[in-house]
């Protein structure tokens, strides 16, 4: 029943790809992450995966095309489709997702995440 | 997959608490909303609401306290708990809340939105 204020957030880590818990409700985690490079490919099998610009821009690639987004937009990415986030310049985003949500989807790898800080 | 920019949605409507749906994940929806003035006192039994600031800032009342909200901040109001949303000057905010969420809870009356429009 606090609220959250997003830059004071971002301002307590700097690692890319690591996404951050600061909201739960429903059964859903809200994520605060910094991204940098590209990711790997994946798809979640049951979660639908929203992407939102808080600060910067990036592309999500999906197998036959690209969607760039910059700050004030969101992207919802549905179950079961491929996707990869590349970001040219660091950029700041705010998740929504399903609490059972893991990072790297069906791709687990030195990249996954298991357990995500509260912060 | 298409990306939502929050400007361009807000640009489509004008009416005050009256939330607009651009977005559903995971039996969840993503609305956007313009508030000004008080709203009545409610609960919602079964759903916990996020209410995010795009532009401007309001006041959530709580039974025993007020929460300030600004622009990129975020507040979770959790199920059952009593609230009341007061906007001295125009908000435009951004929820997440399960489909099922009325927007006057269990205090259904003239300002109940049974239907919302997409946009």
């Given at each position: 029943m606090e609220k959250v204020n997003l830059e004071q957030k971002l301002s307590l880590f700097s690692e890319h790809w690591s996404p951050k818990i600061v909201g739960e409700l429903n059964g859903q985690h809200v994520k605060l992450a910094k991204l940098k490079g590209e990711f790997i490919w994946h798809k979640h099998d049951h979660e639908d995966e929203l992407f939102f610009v808080i600060k910067g821009s990036f592309k999500m690639e999906y197998r036959d095309r690209t969607v760039v987004i910059n700050e004030n937009e969101f992207l919802i990415v549905p179950k079961g489709v491929e996707h990869r986030p590349v970001a040219e310049e660091e950029v700041s985003i705010m998740l929504f997702e399903p609490?059972?949500?893991?990072?790297t989807g069906d791709a687990?790898?030195?990249?996954?995440?298991?357990i995500l800080d509260r912060i």
């Open positions: 609490a059972s949500t893991l990072n687990e790898s030195e990249l996954t995440k298991h």
